[in-house]
């Protein structure tokens, strides 16, 4: 139950925090323009606590849902308003309505809440590095005989500094530069004893596309390393009767490296009924022990333990300068915008599954679990999802901010609004657009709480 209130209790910070942003870029820009704003709210539903600005021309207020929010202006949907309320306002007010602002003034105030929302993910991103992020370093653990990685020279133990020119300080960083060099050729800068040295590495084209897969380890085939531990040893199993423990840390299996836990449990399973060498680390001490997998309902081997990994090396604290965190904060932002635009364009294509599209739960779960790693990764979370939200509210969608630009463009073109029933028609069809994503995303939820 804490652990649900907590989920969403991150969750509605998160989306009430950003969308304010969003609402605040629309609010301000309005009100630098002259345009007269009525109500600025966040949330909706019945207000839990409003009050009126210093010349009590705008109702602040925050709702009950924090879902949302809005910045009502006077004269934004004048099909609204009614003959009598248009007689009555002043010439001042008429001046001030936001339909007979000039197309600039109008597209200004559609793009100020994309806008705030990038600069949002700026100013948080410049945080992150400068109050530095938590990472696994761009160190060589394992290079797999006869791959890319080994014959174009790397070996274990190499420190990735650059990648083709460019600075890294994370394998995560590291693996991205890859991605963009997939089809060429990347060029490592590497530390190896204490000396610096340059190689060229082929990156070959995947079959599948480079954004889902791990180009280090399945295409150059080189990784961190890790340590396959036995976290579990059930009561007369395999494992038990071979001497195994909780807490062994198995080096080798049949002479061969321990790579990851699947090619662990594939040697296990295809074994049923042979014995299997294994390696051991306990307490420093290596042991060479030897254990039979029997045979499970589905005629394959087990050995009745319960695994986990870690990666071999140990994680660095990154902080950044005063410069170079600001330049961070613009180039991730850059670079998470682009990606969202690819992800989405290759959605669009089905050269990714939509399947792998997130809703609100995925987002409170993301919330949550960042939550619980600190304030740097809440923030690098907070600064991810506001990219997606300046990124989305810009597609020439209507009813999206990117959808009042077109409006406002093709008005520019033509000298005059589009017709009134042109508008409802589009607008209509782009809220069942934005509907069915919503209810898509949600559904890819729910099917993965079901599959766990």
Do not use: C
């Not at 083709?164 to 394998?171: I, K, Y």
């Not at 299997?276 to 306990?282: F, I, Q």
Request: aromatic letters at 6%.
């Amino acid at each position: 139950m804490m652990e649900i209130l907590h989920t969403s209790l991150s969750f509605v910070v998160a989306i009430a925090l950003l969308i304010a942003v969003h609402e605040l870029g629309h609010f301000i820009v309005a009100r630098r323009l002259g345009i007269k704003v009525e109500k600025f709210s966040i949330g909706f539903g019945p207000a839990l606590l409003s009050w009126r600005s210093a010349d009590r021309e705008v109702l602040y207020v925050i709702a009950m849902i924090p879902l949302g929010g809005y910045v009502k202006m006077l004269g934004e949907n004048p099909d609204e308003m009614g003959e009598e309320a248009k007689a009555e306002l002043s010439e001042e007010d008429r001046k001030r309505a936001f339909d007979v602002q000039p197309v600039w003034k109008r597209a200004a105030v559609a793009v100020a809440g994309p806008l705030f929302n990038f600069f949002f993910a700026i100013v948080a991103y410049m945080m992150v590095g400068w109050m530095g992020q938590t990472v696994l370093p761009p160190v060589v653990g394992h290079v797999a005989p006869a791959s890319i990685a080994e014959q174009a020279g790397l070996r274990a133990g190499d420190r990735v500094l650059a990648v083709n020119g460019r600075e890294v300080h994370a394998w995560q960083q590291m693996e991205e530069m890859l991605k963009s060099a997939v089809g060429r050729q990347a060029e490592l800068r590497l530390q190896r004893d204490r000396r610096e040295l340059q190689l060229r590495v082929p990156v070959p084209q995947p079959d599948r596309d480079a954004l889902l897969v791990n180009v280090a380890d399945e295409l150059l085939g080189f990784d961190p390393g890790l340590s396959l531990i036995i976290d579990q040893v059930m009561p007369d199993s395999p494992a038990e009767h071979a001497g195994i423990r909780a807490g062994d840390v198995v080096v080798k299996v049949d002479g061969r490296d321990v790579v990851d836990i699947k090619a662990f449990i594939e040697r296990i399973k295809s074994h049923s009924g042979r014995p299997v060498d294994l390696l051991v680390l306990r307490d420093d001490i290596r042991l060479q022990l030897q254990v039979v997998p029997e045979q499970d309902e589905n005629r394959q081997g087990k050995i009745g333990v319960r695994l986990s990994s870690r990666v071999l090396g140990s994680m660095e604290t990154y902080r950044m300068g005063l410069v170079e965190g600001a330049g961070y904060g613009f180039q991730r932002t850059w670079e998470m915008s682009v990606l969202t635009l690819q992800v989405f364009g290759k959605m669009l294509t089905a050269a990714i599954s939509p399947e792998n599209l997130g809703g609100p739960i995925a987002i409170a779960q993301l919330a949550g679990q960042t939550a619980d790693l600190g304030i740097v990764a809440f923030l690098t979370f907070l600064a991810l999802i506001s990219v997606n939200l300046g990124v989305l509210n810009l597609l020439p969608v209507p009813i999206l901010d990117g959808g009042h630009l077109v409006y406002l463009g093709l008005e520019k073109l033509r000298g005059r609004p589009l017709p009134p029933r042109a508008m409802e028609i589009t607008q209509m069809i782009g809220l069942l657009l934005i509907v069915a994503l919503m209810v898509f995303a949600f559904y890819n939820d729910i099917s993965r709480l079901f599959r766990g």
